[in-house]
């Protein structure tokens, strides 16, 4: 029996007057399944992550997380998305501590659970000596730190992780590296998105490659180089086959 | 509804919060107190200037002054619900995070109301307070209790009355919103000017309140229909039909986060200034108006500043045939005054304003004086063009000689200057001071290059701001004939030039010795 996609993306869809950002967009991700989705800067990978967790509404198409629209039942399905943004989303004139405590109520914790979960969270991301400091006054790897901690609070079953590893030092980024493999075998399904190939590379059960809005390749890493016509290639010379059209003419000059 | 009251709450509670780590707790010089003090200060000089009636007159001054203060928190809670609102529900950068919970919008409605209770409960008593002077001494206290209620009552109904005008206007006219924060900024400041002028030049609250008293049927008439009915209609909505304010909020919130999208793909167009000679100078004066001419804020200030120089307009025609100490008085005064309510932060925050990219000028290794003379030439130009403006407008309703003009335009242009000098050499004492001092403890320390006065942001920008006026007060004061308190004309010049000249020398000396590039 088939397994019910953590993550269902239909026809997907996102348009500013002329422009189209997202172009009939479809996907799905298993539970348990680390999916990297790549792209160019500007490529849509960041409107679809916002669509993906009730951010922006879609022109058209739809998002389900666990069978569970974003956009018709939003209570239901961010009760089970924990979302990490590319800019940490933070308020910074609460004490990390505090801040934990205030995303638990948004969620619905109780408070007994709430502040156990904090100081478990604080305690995983080595915060817990910080953690009655102004998160204003963090450097951003302890922001980045907070807002992964803030996307565990409420033990999602999807995440969605946008360049989670920016900012982290080697240790912190390898642990972060290692938690996501954790949580994908705890049955979590992760959408990462990051310009680091080799992070994509390392993490990902599958990868995605999205172009000027549309996704233009899905497969494993291997999969990827059949598709660009190089087998045996690596990641990174995959992804730049396949976007080949975006190198700018002035670069081609250089 | 119980689960989005407890959530309201629970937003409420983290806005209280971050309010006493920002002013108390983790503040090294207890900026709230800076604060309370001065609302109490302000508070003091209105009960001062509102003499008590006599006792047969407690019961007009009871109605005057709940007249008073029901406009005057009406008008403040409409504003506060839809500028303050629109921060804090559709720009602020805690709302998409609100949007990543399960937790439903409402509750963010609710929870910024819940959240602005003790600010308001605090400021009506202190106004309360002022206004109850108006009554006879058997009455006042139980008149503190009536203006107190009857101000946060008011001021609450109309807080909602602003958050309908915010959902309705977001939800219909995204694009639009921020023009109703132009336009309510624009109205406040000319009734806190108008207000200033009232007061110094002999007014007082006690004449206000029986004005209101004589026409409380318009005043009740207009609070009822722009704040009383829009507020109990959306408390009443909120009680019966709560998912339609959530609708509009949520449909509203949409369209502005889709509008943010689009607009920061918005191309621009690269301006830079053609000056030969120091670059320095040109890169200066380049960012800084650049800065501005692009700024919504400065535009909105603009504004402000068109606002006054209409009150320059009515001062003029009203000094029409006045000696020059007179003109000084007022053509001068108000002009200078509709400029330091605009851009007076110009001057005082020409440091601060850059906020990081001030440390551009050290990583480049800008020598110190450079920079000083540049940024002293990017405000004292506009500034002097922008007074000189304003006191063309007064001298042309005033019918003003050439001469006479050009004598007032010297006079008030002089003061400008006083008041550029002594701003700028408070904001250069300080601009050694990081914009984003951490104040945690444990934090590292600022760099040490002064007192630990300047280690502090409120008492900098209590410094700043307080240079700056008497910078400017004084020559004006001057060049008016002293009115007020009387002094020879030497001393009076020695004092109204040599203060913002010490202020400047000074202010550039500690930032010569202080300011490593």
Redesign the interface.
């Known amino acids: 029996m088939a397994t019910k996609p953590a993550i269902l993306l239909e026809d997907l869809t996102k348009t ?2 002329d ?1 189209t950002a997202v172009q009939g967009l479809n996907l799905s991700v298993r539970p348990g399944e680390i999916f990297g989705f790549l792209g160019a800067n500007g490529a849509g990978k960041t ?1 679809t992550m916002k669509m993906m ?5 879609p022109t058209s198409g739809r998002v389900c997380i666990l069978g569970r629209d974003v956009w018709r039942e ?3 399905a ?2 089970a ?1 924990g ?1 990490v ?1 590319d800019t940490p ?3 910074e ?3 990390a501590r ?1 801040f934990l405590w ?2 638990a ?4 914790l109780s408070r007994s659970e709430g502040k156990a979960r904090t100081e478990e969270l604080l305690s995983l991301m080595g915060l817990t000596a910080q953690a009655d ?2 998160i ?2 963090f450097s951003l790897g302890m922001k980045r730190k907070m807002a992964i901690a803030t996307a565990l609070l409420h033990r999602p079953r999807v995440l969605l992780l946008d360049e989670v590893t920016n900012g982290l030092d080697a240790r912190a980024a390898r642990e972060v590296k290692d938690l996501v493999k954790a949580w994908a075998r705890e049955g979590v399904a992760v959408v990462l998105t990051t310009h680091i190939l080799s992070i994509a590379e390392e993490l990902s059960d599958r990868i995605g490659l999205i172009h000027r809005g549309k996704l233009i390749a899905n497969g494993t890493a291997a999969e990827l180089a059949e598709q660009a016509g190089i087998p045996g290639a690596g990641l990174e010379e995959s992804f730049l086959a396949l976007t080949g059209d975006e190198l700018p003419q002035e670069a081609e000059t250089v | 509804m119980n689960g989005v009251f407890t959530l309201s709450l629970a937003i409420a509670r983290s806005g209280w919060q971050a309010s006493w780590n920002r002013m108390f707790r983790f503040s090294r010089m207890k900026a709230g107190l800076i604060w309370l003090g001065l609302q109490g200060a302000l508070a003091f000089v209105v009960a001062r200037r509102a003499p008590a009636l006599a006792p047969d007159a407690g019961d007009a001054g009871l109605v005057g002054a709940l007249a008073l203060i029901a406009a005057q928190t009406g008008w403040f809670g409409i504003m506060g619900g839809f500028s303050r609102g629109q921060v804090q529900l559709y720009q602020g950068l805690l709302v998409p995070l609100f949007q990543l919970t399960p937790a439903r919008p409402l509750a963010f409605l609710l929870g910024r109301v819940i959240e602005s209770l003790p600010t308001r409960l605090w400021t009506t008593l202190l106004w309360a307070w002022a206004y109850s002077s108006i009554m006879p001494p058997p009455g006042r206290w139980p008149g503190l209790a009536v203006l107190w209620l009857v101000g946060v009552g008011v001021g609450l109904v109309a807080h909602l009355a602003g958050l309908l005008l915010l959902t309705v206007w977001g939800r219909f006219q995204p694009r639009t919103m921020r023009h109703g924060n132009t336009i309510f900024g624009v109205l406040t400041m000319a009734m806190v000017t108008a207000a200033i002028i009232y007061l110094s030049s002999g007014g007082t609250a006690t004449e206000v309140a029986l004005a209101m008293r004589q026409a409380r049927r318009a005043v009740l008439t207009t609070l009822a229909a722009v704040a009383g009915l829009p507020g109990l209609l959306l408390a009443a909505t909120l009680l019966v039909r709560p998912q339609w304010v959530e609708e509009h909020y949520r449909q509203g919130l949409y369209r502005v986060l889709e509008l943010n999208e689009q607009d920061s793909d918005r191309p621009g167009r690269s301006l830079w200034l053609p000056l030969r000679g120091d670059g320095v100078l040109r890169a200066v004066l380049s960012r800084e108006w650049l800065h501005l001419a692009r700024s919504r804020m400065a535009r909105t200030q603009l504004l402000i500043f068109i606002a006054g120089t209409v009150g320059v307009f009515f001062a003029g025609r009203a000094a029409a045939g006045a000696p020059m100490a007179g003109l000084v008085g007022s053509i001068g005064a108000l002009s200078l005054l509709a400029w330091f309510n605009a851009f007076g932060h110009w001057v005082s925050k020409v440091f601060r304003q850059e906020r990081v990219t001030i440390a551009l000028y050290r990583l480049a290794a800008v020598p110190t004086p450079r920079l000083i003379v540049a940024k002293l030439v990017s405000v004292a130009v506009p500034s002097g063009f922008l007074v000189a403006v304003a006191v063309a407008v007064g001298s042309l309703a005033a019918h003003l000689p050439l001469a006479d003009a050009a004598g007032l335009l010297l006079w008030t242009e002089m003061a400008l200057l006083g008041g550029v000098m002594g701003g700028f050499g408070v904001a250069a004492a300080f601009a050694n001071q990081e914009p984003e001092d951490p104040e945690a403890p444990g934090a590292p320390p600022v760099e040490q290059g002064g007192s630990a006065l300047v280690q502090s942001n409120a008492w900098s920008a209590l410094a700043r701001t307080v240079g700056l006026a008497v910078s400017c007060a004084l020559p004006l004061w001057a060049a008016a004939g002293t009115p007020w308190l009387a002094a020879p004309a030497p001393v009076a010049w020695a004092l109204a030039l040599g203060l913002p000249l010490a202020l400047l020398v000074s202010g550039v000396g500690v930032m010569l010795r202080t300011w490593r590039t």
């Open positions: 500013y007057g422009f409107t967790v009730g951010l922006l509404p939003p209570a239901a961010k009760r998305i979302y943004p989303i933070l308020h004139l609460l004490t505090e205030f995303m109520d948004l969620y619905g400091r102004l204003r006054d």
